[in-house]
Every structure is written in C-alpha cells, then in structure tokens.
C-alpha cells in the first residue's frame, strides 16, 4: 500500500475557504498601501547566499533555507573538506542560493542595483512569502507571508507617523479593534547604555531587556549580571522595568534620565515629534504606547522601533513590526540612504481574526450559472451561450459529464449556484434556453440575450 502523501512541516495548504479570507487581507492592506502612495515590487523567492548570509546576525544565518548546487554538488569539494565535517565551510561550496529571510535585504539589494532608475524617496510595498527553518508552532511557520511597506530617501520623522497612521488604517479596516502598537527609539536604547556605563554592551543590554515580558525584571537583571553589566548599572536601569504612566508622563521621565547623553535626548525628541502628532492628529482602532523595553534586533535599526500587539486576550505574538535603518543599502555600497518600513504578518493576523470571530461572510469564486449537460449536442449548444456570457464577464461553467440531472442539481446547490440553464431538443430547435432560479425553483424560457440580461443583474 502506497505511503499517504505529507507536506513538510512549517507548511499549510488553503482550502478555497481560506484563500479567501487570506485574499481579503491581502487585499485589504493592499489598498491602504495604495491609498498611502505606495508602489509595488517583487523579488525573486531566492537570492544569492552572499546577498543574504551575515545580514541577520548568527542566529539568522542558522534558519536560512540553502539551496543545493544543481548537478553534481559534492564532485568539486575536496575530500579533505568533506572528511572535517565543517557544515558552514561545506556548504559555502555546495550551495550559492538562499531562500529569501524576509524582504527588506532583498529591497536593500533592489534599491542599490536600481538606484539610477528610481526617483526617491521611492515608497515601496511587497507582498510575498519568505522562508525560515524555524521550529513550527503556533504563530510561527517555515514558510509565511509578509506584507512590507518601506520608504528610502528620507529621514523625515512624518514618515514614522504615517507609518503609526497605516498601521491603525488597515487594523480599522479589518476591525480588529485593541491593538496596541508599540513605539521605541533605538538612540533611546543607546542613551540609556550610555548614562548607565554599559555602552560597550549596548547589544546584551539591549537583548535582556527586551525579554522583560518573558522572564520579568529579576530574570533580566540575571542575565544582564551574567554579561558583565554590573551591578550598580543595573540599579540605575530599574526604573525602567515599571515604566508606567502615560506616553506624556514617560517623555518626560525619559528626557530628564538621558539629559547627559546626547544620543539619548535626540531619541527622546524624536519620538516626542512622533507621539505628539500622533495624537495630535487621533487613531481609530489602535492605540500607541511607548515601549522603552522594545529593540526588536537592535543591530538593524538606527531610529524609531515599531512592533504591534495583538489585542488583550488573544495569544499569539507580535502582528507587526518595523523601523528605521539608516545603513541598510551600505551593506551592498550605498551609504547615506535612510530607510524607514513595517511590516504586516498576514498568517499571525489571520488567525488572530480567526480567533476573533471578525472574518465577514465572504463569498467564494463561483459561477452565477451551471449549464447542464445532457450529452454533446446539447453541451455544444451550450458553449456559444457560455462564450457569450463570459464575455460580459458573466462566471458561468458546464458541468463536464453527462451525469445524472439529481447529481448535477446537487452540484449546484452545494456551490450555491443561482441558476442553471437546461438545454434539449426543443431549446435547441427553438434557438432558446430554460432558466431555472435555484433559490425560489422558477423556470422561464429566454433568448441569449435575454439570458445575458437577467443574470448579468445578480
């Protein structure tokens, strides 16, 4: 007995039901995009490796999907190589390509390859899946979507507070109602290293407080001690772990913390500006809450820090995120070039509205009209009226076999088809078509263009 088939795991099928809904999202922030003015590209699914290896740090290097050589891989490794099992230097020479990470290296990569073609700031959004060789659980898959949108060229903040606007746009959109987008400053994070005395270990201060959530502020102050920050840097930076107040309150607080750091009060400014007009201007749906716990991979980021919380009650995690990366063409040659972006992760945010019962009844890909067939010369006849209907861009099919008239019935009721036409000797010798409404059971004789007519109106 043959195997029963299986996909590998991090991966999903869609039933048509599921496709739709994933269409009414992508749709969703498609427009908003738009409304917005941004343009859409695409990247290749792969990359050359070296576009993408060292861009992620360490850990990123790991679940990047390589890609074999084709042919014979193995024939140009020496054999001394292969008998050190050293798997990174093996498979430098095995495999040249990658899976895309995400998309915001392939866009550096775009932006430096195009940069005599495109006017700036060019806004740009990209839509498509990107793999990871994570561990699968919920919320997170090998192979997933994300939906980007990005600005380079400028270094305006009024692009963060669009960015903050976008977010609240599509989540109203979709009525998902009680997200929370959280905000922080990357030069705030560096500010505070700095007023503490641990600005050489910017990246594990960063790294443990950002897992307060997770480990709270005794688990972070361990792990803080256990990479050197001392002691008393520590004391200094409890404030921090019950940040309180509103987002007023924690400017103010922070502006007089990192009075002495100059990093650390253009920072506080900066998010100041944003907050400000933010508020200013209102949100519908979401709410902004400044997060001074937020890195979010500090070593991508130069400014402003984006991440987006699913509402309270729904377990699952960050629906979103983004920020600014002032170098992040450098890495391919092109200095000077600020970037700002976010991100949407359209499988995390389906489920969340899956959770949420928020999904609105939404109609499948299916014909207003079945012809049924009672044999060749029948459905011949039926074919001049299915070219005509789909012309008018009328959704119409015939069913293939000459099958029993109770089963193509029931084909029709399970899709929910409106109509179906019924065509035999008579219809055929009279040039006509008998119209049946499924829903109330009537029947009427009509012509072609009568036929186009009445079901051109559903």
């Keep these: 007995m043959a195997q029963k088939p299986s996909i590998p795991k991090g991966t999903r099928d869609f039933s048509p039901s599921e496709v739709a809904k994933r269409n009414y999202i992508f749709s969703t922030i498609r427009q908003v995009f738009e409304t917005y003015g941004f343009q859409p590209i695409e990247t290749p699914s792969f990359e050359n490796s070296e576009t993408l290896m060292g861009k992620y740090g360490e850990e990123g290097d790991r679940l990047i999907f390589k890609i074999l050589n084709s042919g014979d891989y193995l024939g140009k490794v020496d054999d001394s190589l292969l008998l050190s099992k050293d798997s990174l230097k093996v498979t430098s020479k095995i495999s040249e390509k990658a899976l895309r990470y995400d998309l915001t290296v392939p866009f550096a990569r775009y932006v430096v390859q195009r940069q005599n073609e495109i006017e700036f700031p060019f806004k740009r959004y990209q839509m498509q899946p990107v793999w990871r060789a994570d561990r699968p659980q919920k919320g997170r898959f090998r192979e997933f979507y994300q939906c980007d949108a990005d600005v380079v060229g400028s270094k305006s903040l009024w692009q963060e ?12 959109k979709l009525k998902l109602t009680g997200t929370t987008i959280k905000l922080n400053n990357r030069k705030i994070l560096a500010g505070i290293a700095e007023i503490i005395g641990a600005a050489d270990k910017l990246i594990d201060f960063t790294v443990a407080l950002d897992k307060l959530d997770k480990i709270g502020a005794d688990g972070v102050a361990k792990e803080m001690m256990e990479k050197g920050i001392s002691e008393q840097a520590i ?9 309180t107040g509103s987002n007023q309150n924690k400017l103010d607080q922070l502006a007089n913390l990192l009075a002495e750091s100059k990093d650390g009060t253009s920072g506080v400014n900066d998010l100041r500006f944003v907050v400000d007009a933010v508020e200013k201007f209102g949100l519908e ?15 991508y980021y130069t400014g402003a820090i984006y991440e987006v919380s699913a509402p309270e009650g729904v377990n699952m995690g960050s629906i979103g995120g983004g920020g600014r990366y002032d170098d992040l063409t450098g890495i391919f040659g092109l ?34 009209v079945l012809f049924i067939n009672f044999g060749d010369a029948e459905a011949s006849f039926c074919m001049k009226a299915l070219v005509e209907l789909r012309k008018n861009n009328i959704k119409s099919e015939l069913y293939p076999d000459n099958a029993k008239l109770k089963k193509q019935m029931n084909y029709a009721n399970k899709r929910e088809i409106p109509y179906v036409v019924m065509v035999g000797a008579d219809e055929i010798e009279n040039n006509t078509y008998t119209l049946k409404n499924m829903q109330s059971g009537e029947q009427e004789v009509c012509s072609l263009k009568e036929l186009i007519r009445i079901t051109a109106q559903l």
Excluded: C, H, W
């Excluded at 507070?161 to 989540?171: H, K, R, T």
């Excluded at 004391?235 to 940040?243: I, S």
């Excluded at 749906?285 to 070593?299: C, F, P, Q």
């Design 161 to 172: 507070i669009e960015f903050v606007q976008l977010y609240d746009a599509v989540f109203s």
């Design 235 to 243: 004391e200094k930076v409890k404030p921090l772990f019950n940040f």
């Design 285 to 299: 749906s979401a709410k902004l809450v400044i997060d001074v716990t937020l890195a979010r991979g500090l070593n």
């Design 335 to 368: 200095n000077d070039m600020s970037g700002v972006g976010i991100s949407f992760g359209l499988d995390r945010i389906y489920l969340v509205l899956e959770e949420l019962n928020l999904f609105t009844e939404l109609e499948l890909p299916k014909p207003k």
